[in-house]
């Protein structure tokens, strides 16, 4: 692949859409569209970052026996799906505070402890490259609805069996749901 430009086509609110021109290896022309939280990408090497542009909370319950997890109504598929709670970083954020306030927000719970913090990944590397961390931790609290009017989340807490019995059935975000199933499965 020999990356020849990048045109930006649209700036929304919270994504910008880009057409990454290449050549692939065969001497062809390709187009390929992507969307970044990034305003500006004028070169390759701009694709790539080392800051994470979202949090992702994976929260167990103090006694280890639930975890959290939110079904959240989301506008691209028109569905109520499973998710973990998660958010954008604001300015002037790190990961850690993020993740505390992102809990409090989308489901009134106090973050206790993290425990671990797994290194960046993407949300959706086929058509974005926005980067997630994902913060492993404790969390407590009485749960209540989400402090926005823009999000309609309901969270709560399950046991691995409960889980087991949802992943029958419901949609989830696919590193929700690849994660519930191994931790399901212990």
Known sequence: MKFKSIEKKAEGK???RFDINYETEDGQDKKYEIIS???DISTFEELHGDEPDAVVLIMHSPDGK???VNKEFRMAPGMWVYNFPAGLIDPG???DTAAARELKEETGLDLISIEDRIGLSYSAVGFSNEMNVCV???CDGEIRQSDSSFEEIEAAWYTKEEVRELLK???FAARTQAYLYMWSRE
């Open 66 to 68: 639930r975890v959290l």
């Open 14 to 16: 919270f994504i910008t």
């Open 93 to 95: 954020e790190d990961a």
């Open 37 to 39: 939280r990034k305003k």
């Open 136 to 138: 492993v931790g404790v």
């Open 169 to 171: 059935t419901e949609r």
